[in-house]
C-alpha cells in the first residue's frame, strides 16, 4: 500500500513564504513522475510543478520564479517551497506520484490560504 502524505499547509500572509511536503511510503526513486497540483474553489485542478527521474523540471505560469520543487531520495520526500504567495495561491495543494509499474498516487491534500 503506497501512501503520500502531505504537510505543511497553513494560512500565512500575501509577500509571505511556505514550504509544503510529500512523505511517499516507498522509495521515491520508484516513481519516475511526482507533481504537485492544486486545486481553488470552484476551479479544477491544475498541474503546479513536476519534477521527474529523467525529464526536467517544468512550472506552471502562474508560479514561475516564486515556486521551486524538490526531492531527496533519501528521505522519500518531495517539497514544494513556494515564496511571495498572493491570494490567488490559496488552494489546497496534492502531491501526485506515478509509479513506475503505472499506477497513481495522489495524497489527501493540504490547504493553504493566502490572506491579510
Known amino acids: 500500500q503506497v501512501e503520500l502524505v502531505e504537510s505543511g499547509g497553513g494560512l500565512v500572509r500575501p509577500g509571505e513564504s511556505l514550504a509544503i511536503s510529500c512523505k511517499v511510503s516507498l522509495y521515491i526513486t520508484r516513481f519516475p513522475i511526482l507533481q504537485w497540483y492544486r486545486q481553488a474553489p470552484g476551479q479544477q485542478r491544475e498541474s503546479v510543478a513536476s519534477?521527474?527521474?529523467?525529464?526536467?523540471?517544468t512550472y506552471a505560469d502562474s508560479v514561475k520564479g516564486r515556486f521551486f520543487i524538490s526531492k531527496d531520495v533519501y528521505k522519500n520526500t518531495m517539497w514544494l517551497q513556494m515564496n511571495n504567495l498572493t491570494s490567488e495561491d490559496t488552494a489546497i495543494y496534492y502531491c501526485y506520484a506515478k509509479a513506475d509499474w503505472g499506477e497513481d498516487f495522489w495524497g489527501q491534500g493540504t490547504q493553504v490560504t493566502v490572506s491579510s
Open positions: 519534477i521527474g527521474s529523467i525529464t526536467p523540471i
